[in-house]
């Protein structure tokens, strides 16, 4: 072979060796290519890109700025009602609720239906059950209706947990059995023993909490402003109970992280909702009688309503500027990987002429809604798409490389990528539910935080 042969095939396995690489690089990085892809979901319940958007724009934000130039992201179109238990139900099986059999508050109390829901009654498979059906692994953290939790692969730390591990604190209580809130029940000794160590050190502590998440103590700001009781607004009663459960779940992501065997890893936290359902209190006192004198007469204009979420994102900036260090962490730890985020809340608020929120909203008036983020590999850069909560489920088990659910309501989001691969279907069945032991305490204690949200009466 003469020498000009010789460099010719040279060149062209050159050519060969880096085509080869370049495809065993897109085949680890795409969906149902050659590895598992690893997924973080992040709930943020009750976030609102009309709040979010304004402190993005004043630089206030820069990780949710980032997040956002960084992958695709939506206006989560959610659904009637928009109470919880259902929507985040709904995004967790890609199903409406006359499927899954969560269903609204309002309909429980009417028909007499044992409040608050257990995972039991759900009829249909969530998104960590059908995981587990094809072999995988998650680590589900305080997700809605997640009592008792399934027994999947992995690890599941249900919603009650945290409410069933501060009452332990108390002296009272301190003997009460709440191992049925975790899954595997392995997992409760050890989570407990260091769970009364950071308790023991102060971690929830009150004025630590408000100190460490550099936000202000709204039940002193509240006597100051208005001379009376915090304890007289229901949801400012429990205000102390909800930055427990916040400090709480910050802990088991902190925890589970480490362990680095799951497939998937979900976790809810109930802020920014919480404090929505009482944060314009804290507006300017001149501004807030303004608005309460406006809501009065008529419906807010389009003027009203910028101007208010203008005033409502700068009250709610501590909270949100305290979730940015969990998602700058998730981010990190999802670069590094070459995994998914997604990031995503189950409703917005709203002001309108029965005050600001999500439910009960005047006739007309669609509900807020949320938002959406993802992030990793093919995902487009900076790029809007239309999605429903419906589409959460279907788009995990597609960047999974899992056929989605045929019997679903949503789709994956197959236009957040940059390269698209066939869509296949099935339809899942298999239920982890376990028996669930009946609690009356721990039942009372979710009832009455649902009754100071307004979620039922």
């Known amino acids: 072979m003469n020498k000009r042969k010789r460099i010719a095939w040279i060149a062209l396995g050159a050519i060969a060796t880096v085509c080869l690489a370049f495809l065993a690089v897109r085949m680890i990085s795409r969906p149902g290519g050659g590895r598992k892809a690893r997924i973080y979901v992040i709930g943020l319940d009750g976030a609102t890109w009309d709040l979010l958007d304004p402190l993005i724009e004043q630089g206030k934000l820069p990780v949710f700025k980032k997040l956002k130039e960084n992958g695709a992201w939506s206006r989560l179109r959610t659904i009637n009602p928009t109470k919880s238990a259902v929507v985040w139900t709904s995004i967790a099986t890609g199903k409406s609720m006359l499927k899954h059999g969560i269903v609204d508050w309002s309909f429980v109390n009417e028909q007499k239906i044992q409040v608050p829901y257990s995972s039991s009654e759900k009829r249909t498979p969530s998104i960590w059950e059908m995981m587990d059906e094809k072999g995988r692994r998650s680590i589900v953290l305080g997700w809605f209706v997640t009592d008792p939790p399934d027994a999947v692969r992995g690890v599941m730390v249900s919603f009650s947990f945290a409410s069933a591990l501060l009452r332990s604190f108390s002296r009272k209580e301190g003997s009460r059995d709440f191992s049925d809130t975790v899954y595997p029940r392995a997992e409760f000794k050890g989570l407990l023993e260091y769970f009364k160590r950071v308790q023991h050190e102060g971690a929830f502590n009150y004025p630590r909490l408000v100190s460490e998440m550099g936000i202000p103590d709204y039940l002193l700001q509240y006597r100051e402003r208005y001379g009376e009781d915090p304890g007289r607004v229901p949801i400012l009663g429990v205000w102390r109970s909800f930055l427990v459960y916040n400090r709480v779940e910050d802990l088991l992501v902190d925890r589970y992280l480490k362990k680095d065997d799951y497939d998937l890893f979900m976790a809810y936290y109930r802020f920014p ?28 204009s389009a003027e009203d309503l910028a101007e208010f979420n203008l005033k409502m994102a700068d009250v709610s900036l501590p909270l949100l500027k305290d979730k940015e260090v ?54 487009k850069r ?70 100071s949200l307004g979620y039922i009466k």
């Open 382 to 451: 900076n790029a809007e798409i239309q999605a429903t909560v419906y589409d959460i489920a279907p788009s995990i088990l597609y960047l999974n490389g899992l056929p989605v659910g045929r019997d679903m309501d949503g789709r994956p989001l197959l236009e957040a990528f940059t390269s698209k691969w066939p869509v296949r279907t099935t339809v899942y069945t298999k239920m982890k539910h376990q028996p669930r032991k009946e609690d009356r305490d721990r039942n009372r204690k979710n009832i009455e935080e649902l009754k």
């Open 326 to 379: 969990l998602l700058e962490k998730i981010y990190d730890r999802a670069v590094k990987e070459n995994a998914y985020l997604i990031i995503l809340s189950d409703h917005g608020f709203q002001l309108t002429s029965k005050g600001y929120n999500h439910y009960g909203l005047p006739s007309g008036i669609p509900p807020p809604d949320g938002i959406l983020m993802i992030l990793g590999p093919d995902v």
């Open 273 to 300: 909702d919480v404090f929505y359902h009482f944060g314009t209190r804290f507006l300017e006192k001149e501004y807030h009688d303004r608005v309460n004198t406006l809501i009065r007469n008529r419906e807010p």
